[in-house]
């Protein structure tokens, strides 16, 4: 039986809407439902427009293109702005390439029009004169430290235009962008990096970032508590782990872990 929470949380995200497993899949949807929009939903002291800009931001991760499809007006009815949801998909494009975000900017662009939003949105590139080379650093600085200042310039030489290019384009052209804050940005990043696996190295840095911009470890937690439904077990411990070994890269006062890594890896 699916609980009271279950099923009013659900017609909030889902108005009127009954599911077709209901009919064919009657047992897994009630211990889904129960699990998904009940135990998960009262873990921790989310609030609903970040609860809901994690999922957008694990589905994206993990390539959950249909639930994705399916969840979007959902989130869009618990308060993420048009502008947030873009900026999401946007800022996914440097940690996961076009070639899996696509069907995700393709998609919010057709659920938007069903859904009478006006295209395209208002402009939310940074408005400066400074190159996005130097926009870049400033803000791959203002999330990251001092210690990244150099970072064009550090490493092989031979690899000095991919550092230029992830501080101009990856800080530079997305994380400069109004529509979402560098703090909730970082937070974007933490969960594309925990869905999509095999960014361990990346997954630690950005969690670092993320502790040194002020979200505690509990915090950090029960974020990825919320990806469970969404990605799965594996993925989820293993970015524990990741966040385990940044509080210690935190505690001990170190720098950044594995700055070099972030040109090596990052997507």
Same mark, same amino acid.
């Given at each position: 039986? /699916? ?7 659900? *017609? ?20 889904? $439902? ?12 989310? $609030? $609903? ?11 994206? #991760? ?59 949105? !208002?402009?939310?590139? =940074? ?6 080379? !130097?926009?870049?650093? *400033? ?22 235009? /991919? ?5 101009? &384009?990856?800080?530079? $052209?997305?994380? @400069?962008?109004?529509?979402?804050? #560098? ?21 630690? @840095?950005?969690?670092? =970032? &993320? ?6 470890? @509990? ?12 990605? #799965?077990?594996?993925?989820?411990? &293993? ?5 385990? !070994? ?15 890594? /972030? ?5």
């Amino acid at each position: 039986m /699916i609980s009271a929470f279950a099923n009013a949380y659900h *017609e909030r995200m889902f108005p009127g809407y009954q599911s077709t497993f209901l009919k064919t899949d009657p047992e897994f949807i009630a211990f889904f $439902d129960n699990f998904a929009f009940d135990t998960v939903v009262q873990q921790g002291q989310l $609030d $609903d427009v970040t609860r809901f800009q994690v999922i957008l931001a694990s589905l994206l #991760g993990c390539q959950g293109i249909d639930e994705f499809k399916a969840i979007l007006p959902a989130t869009l009815r618990f308060g993420v702005s048009p502008v947030e949801v873009k900026e999401i998909v946007y800022q996914a494009v440097a940690y996961l390439g076009i070639g899996r975000v696509f069907p995700f900017l393709k998609a919010c662009n057709e659920i938007f029009q069903a859904e009478k939003i006006s295209l395209p949105l !208002e402009p939310q590139a =940074a408005k400066t004169s400074k190159s996005r080379l !130097e926009l870049g650093r *400033e803000t791959l600085v203002s999330l990251m430290g001092e210690g990244m200042r150099h970072f064009d310039q550090e490493g092989p030489e031979n690899r000095h235009h /991919i550092n230029q290019w992830l501080m101009a &384009n990856c800080f530079g $052209d997305y994380y @400069s962008r109004s529509g979402l804050e #560098g703090k909730k940005r970082e937070l974007m990043t933490f969960c594309f990096l925990a869905a999509q696996g095999g960014c361990e190295p990346q997954l630690v @840095s950005h969690a670092v =970032a &993320n502790l040194k911009l002020g979200h505690r470890q @509990s915090y950090l937690i029960d974020i990825l508590s919320q990806c469970i439904p969404y990605i #799965g077990y594996p993925r989820v411990l &293993n970015a524990l782990t990741c966040l385990e !070994e940044a509080v210690r890269v935190v505690n001990n006062k170190g720098e950044l872990a594995e700055k070099a890594s /972030i040109a090596t890896e990052e997507g």
